[in-house]
């Protein structure tokens, strides 16, 4: 006898990050009672996505073609490329800024520990598109943890064995965060960092 | 040209409910990276449950068979009938008591000016239940609000009208809670209904 249809729909929704067992319930009642079309269009969203979705061969974002959308468009500069460990952080950078040049994703961070070396995050394919793309500047946007800075440096070693310029996001306090509510260590390298103002 | 998977997926996530734009990409981003078998698995649940679950014939609680669980077990009882607004009510009591009767489905309350009428209800199908089944008792767990008041009350008349026994879920403070914060209306209703205690 095969599984009850509800039960497996109640247990498999909490494969989503952040489901429980109520929030599972939740879902599929609401989904059941009033919504069975988007239930329908969600599940064809979900199988098409986890069969068509892989990595961009240019930049490793996820795509479902060959070239993701940002490599594949001829608008955006070839000569910055800007470095982020996840896609989630590509749709966050173009969520919130102008940036118009490349992407390349590593999938990670370099954590020897745990067995990811420069070969698990295509640091090879970056430093063939380091040798054969006119790049001029390299955006480092790793995370700001020790595994994310570690993997900065690498890079920076990379870059400059190229003569490709690097820059680093700026850090420091939050935009319309309270001091009193920032945390210790980026208070300190706000302190540390401090900028002249200008007349 | 067809949709982006991903757009597609992050935009179709957001039909369940309390998903907006960052849990979506928050889920899409982790099925996509770390979990692509519970991703297809969940497709597959979600197509199956959306095609296949419909109304249980005699509870209306929702199945994949012609009857539910609950309904087409003969250990159950069929002098006790339970009557609850949803099915989510149906999961709740399953899983907080040892109620070994059957249920009845109202799939929403008594709302004439939302046009939703006893018919809207099934309480036709209650009605012809309660003249052709041994029931001894219908246990009221319609919530607690006006509408299901109002319903409460309907379902009283229908069970005095076939000469059949009526209970209520019992009202007052929720157990483990601080009189201190619970709502004034609950307080003065359990003030109101203290009971004497035997020795």
Redesign the interface.
């Given at each position: 006898m095969s599984r009850?249809?509800?039960e497996?729909?109640l247990?498999?929704?909490r494969?989503?990050?952040?489901v429980g067992a109520r929030?599972s319930?939740?879902?599929?009642?609401?989904?059941?009672?009033r919504?069975?079309q988007?239930?329908?269009?969600?599940?064809?969203?979900?199988?098409?996505?986890?069969?068509?979705?892989r990595r961009c061969q240019r930049c490793r974002n996820?795509?479902?073609d060959e070239l993701c959308?940002v490599c594949s468009n001829p608008q955006r500069s070839d000569n910055i490329v800007c470095v982020v460990e996840?896609?989630?952080d590509v749709?966050a950078i173009e969520a919130a800024t102008g940036f118009q040049g490349r992407y390349f994703v590593l999938?990670g961070r370099l954590s020897p520990l745990d067995g990811i070396g420069p070969e698990e995050l295509g640091l090879d394919l970056l430093e063939r598109r380091l040798g054969n793309e006119p790049i001029e500047e390299l955006i480092i946007a790793t995370n700001t943890t020790v595994e994310g800075e570690a993997t900065a440096y690498y890079l920076q070693e990379m870059a400059k064995r190229h003569g490709v310029g690097i820059s680093r996001l700026a850090q420091g306090v939050p935009l319309g965060g309270e001091l009193e509510h920032t945390d210790r260590s980026t208070l300190a390298h706000a302190f540390a960092s401090r900028l002249p103002l200008r007349d």
């Open positions: 009850d249809p509800l497996e729909l247990e498999t929704l494969c989503l990050p952040g929030t319930q939740r879902m599929a009642m609401h989904l059941l009672e919504d069975r988007g239930g329908r269009r969600l599940a064809d969203a979900l199988a098409t996505a986890m069969r068509d979705i996820f795509t479902a959308r996840s896609p989630a749709l999938l």
